[in-house]
């Protein structure tokens, strides 16, 4: 089946700092969403994507989907402590088909 | 506006026993779906719903079982749980269409022992 593959699986920042992850796949997807769960909740959309090449931003999150289709990314900008938390992409593939196929997660922590 | 409803929030089995995780929604979304999620990994399907009465199985549906009687309700069976079935466990929906994501619910926390 398609596979997501999503780097880095976590990361360790100073507040302040820019983040940056990404999702790459061998097939093609006609929709991307980033997604964030806090601890003991369930994920929360933050962006979704819908054509090749877009570039939408959120407040201090932008994120990209990619030319060929086959991959995206997700910047943070200007960390703050409420950014902590596990982000995951998610696919959405054949048109028609509602079945997201989802990354193994970026566990982002921040030390203050 | 409750969005996805789960219950129980925390469970722990014995080995062998059956229970039913509950997943409401109350925003009149057509799927709705069953996820699994394990340490470090990222979250596996377990079974969806494009309406009443209609489901599939998803990546990995061994050892569960759903129903859908109502466009509301969609709760997930485990009968004789295994140790391998210790996971939390997301309920989603979704109005359909290629322009929306899934609404989770907060999730239920399932230890077999």
């Known amino acids: 089946g398609q596979q997501l593959n999503q780097s880095p699986q976590s990361m360790f920042i100073q507040e302040g700092e820019d983040v940056s992850m990404n999702c790459t796949s061998s097939?093609?997807?006609?929709?991307w969403l980033w997604y964030k769960q806090d601890p003991g909740e369930g994920p929360v959309l933050l962006i979704a994507l819908y054509k090749a090449g877009e570039l939408t931003s959120n407040g201090r999150l932008t994120a990209q989907f990619g030319i060929t289709r086959k991959d995206s990314f997700l910047n943070i900008s200007a960390s703050i402590p409420s950014d902590v938390g596990i982000y995951f992409c998610a696919g959405r593939g054949i048109q028609g088909a509602q079945k997201l196929v989802f990354g193994q997660g970026t566990r982002l922590t921040i030390n203050p | 506006n409750a969005g996805v409803t789960q219950t129980p929030k925390f469970r722990i089995l014995k080995i062998g026993q059956s229970m039913t995780l509950q997943c409401a929604q109350d925003?009149?979304?057509?799927?709705m779906y069953w996820y699994r999620q394990d340490p470090g990994m990222g979250l596996k399907l377990i079974y969806y719903s494009v309406g009443a009465g209609i489901t599939d199985k998803g990546e990995v549906p061994n050892g569960y079982n759903v129903s859908r009687s109502t466009t509301e309700d969609f709760p997930l069976r485990l009968e004789l749980a295994a140790p391998s079935q210790t996971s939390v466990y997301f309920c989603?929906?979704?109005?359909?269409?290629?322009?929306?994501?899934?609404?989770f619910g907060s999730g239920t926390r399932l230890t077999v022992v």
């Open positions: 989603a929906s979704s109005p359909g269409g290629d322009y929306y994501g899934y609404t």
């Open positions: 097939s093609i997807f006609n929709t």
């Open positions: 925003m009149n979304h057509n799927y």
